[in-house]
């Protein structure tokens, strides 16, 4: 490999970054919702099978969209070095692959029904700083053959260094001239909503270290969304229109929601993609508005049986009617989560709580449209991808301590976890130690059915490897089933089993 190999090869990874960075610069400096790069990514997420795409959120969590957003760019990276190295023997093939890439941007950016002509515009930027950039770089080694001079390469290094200065720059300019997300943060310090976070009952944690507690904050509450970039929404410019089969379709603003009457619930809200013994799950005290009263309001007209959410970035979820009118479920349009305006994250300015469903049938982020229609009418978001039409949550329990392949001193041992049952409630936990007798758990308090319950008890362990299982009963009288399915469809079922050791 000579040095002018190396060299074109890095030429061309300077090229590409400079592209990225300006083109992102100009999606930034013009508030333009989708950079190119998360454009493409969203593409690729969006045509992803439904099981690879749980394989991810099971294996990588949190991560699987950095990951996306990372090979995303350094496949363009390596494409343009690529490119680099071919300057010399194809030096047009650096505009032929620019093009594509390009188009392939800007398609990716056209589907995204939150794009503006600046994010096309973003594209272009970056197609023109890739051409650029690319024949500055390489242009001073055309005539070099297949070594290059010493002033060659000091000519390309002053010249590389100006590139770098100048991106870095668009950068940090593109950067300060970012104020979306500041605005809405400062939008939501200055909220004062009704009502406060909510006194945890009590009784309801029992005390046992390492369960996980009653009231999840709200940092530590799992995020499942398809977003990649957090929709910014001013509470002033937050519209919902509700329209389908009803009388009289309205449109909702964040002023007309504050000024109607406000419910503050315990609701625990669950993943569908949650393993058995898996961490997506939380309970938290969230303010709102009663759906079933907008809903009486605009008249639901005969047939209907769904409610077709859509969220600020274009995801969308399929909800049974019944359970947004049930008037023994609050369903609400969330405005606050544990007594504060809800996160970014979380969905501010509104979003979907409904107790007893899975979120993805039910729990809208950034919530702008509620179409009333029929099931047999659409297919949303996750739906389309094989997962069933309704998702209520099942009966499950889990166990926290001990720690899968944890290690406890002999003898009597504290053992515990949390057990659910949105929306039927939970009647009583066992565990079981080395397939031997079921015990009776200690369950905490709760105020309703629609949260979860830590439970707890004590197992005598003698010196060595133990295994500790639980399940759950709920009021319906089903107790959870032993048989292991995957959450495709529907949910995960199985006990939660846990390997532990005695020492």
Known sequence: ??????????????????????????????????????????????????????????????????????????????????????????????????????????????????????????????????????????????????????????????????????????????????????????????????????????????????????????????????????????????????????????????????????????????????????DLVGNAFWSGVLIRDVLAEVGIQAGADAVLQTSHDGWTCGTPLSAL???????????????????VEHGFPVRMVVPGLYGYVSATKWLTDLEVTTFDTFQAYWTQEGWSEKGPIKTESRIDVPGSHGHTAVGTVSVGGVAWAQHTGIDHVEFQLDGGSWQRATLGTVPGNDTWVQWAGQVDVAEGDHTLVVRATDKSGYTQTAVKTDVLPNGATGWHTVPFSAH
Not at 326 to 340: H, Q, S, T, Y
């Open 1 to 278: 490999m000579n040095r002018t190999w190396r060299i074109l090869a890095f030429a061309g990874i300077l090229t590409g970054i400079a592209g990225l960075v300006t083109s992102q610069a100009t999606v930034w400096a013009l508030q333009a919702k989708n950079g190119p790069v998360v454009a493409v990514a969203s593409l690729v997420r969006d045509k992803t099978p439904g099981r690879v795409a749980h394989w991810l959120v099971e294996h990588v969590g949190h991560a699987d969209k950095p990951l996306l957003l990372t090979g995303t760019t350094v496949f363009v990276l390596l494409v343009c070095a690529w490119v680099g190295t071919s300057a010399l023997k194809y030096p047009l093939l650096s505009d032929i692959v620019y093009v594509v890439l390009a188009v392939i941007g800007l398609l990716a950016v056209i589907r995204l029904h939150d794009s503006t002509a600046g994010s096309a515009f973003g594209v272009l930027v970056g197609l023109i700083t890739w051409i650029v950039v690319h024949r500055a770089l390489t242009g001073l080694l055309a005539g070099s053959g297949t070594e290059t001079t010493d002033a060659v390469r000091r000519m390309f290094l002053r010249r590389a260094g100006a590139v770098a200065f100048l991106v870095a720059g668009a950068g940090v300019l593109g950067g300060l001239s970012s104020r979306g997300r500041r605005r809405v943060e400062q939008a939501r310090r200055l909220l004062r909503l009704p009502g406060g976070p909510g006194s945890v009952p009590v009784g309801a944690n029992l005390g046992a270290p390492d369960i996980a507690p009653w009231r999840t904050p709200n940092n530590d509450f799992y995020l499942i969304d398809t977003a990649f970039t957090k929709p910014t929404i001013v509470p002033s410019e937050w519209r919902l229109r509700i329209h389908g089969l009803v009388d009289t379709p309205i449109t909702l603003t964040y002023d007309d929601l504050v000024s109607r009457a406000f419910v503050h619930e315990w609701i625990t809200l669950c993943c569908v993609s949650n393993k058995v013994g898996g």
């Open 325 to 343: 009118t049930d008037p023994d479920r609050n369903a609400m349009l969330a405005l606050a989560m544990n007594g504060r305006p809800l996160p």
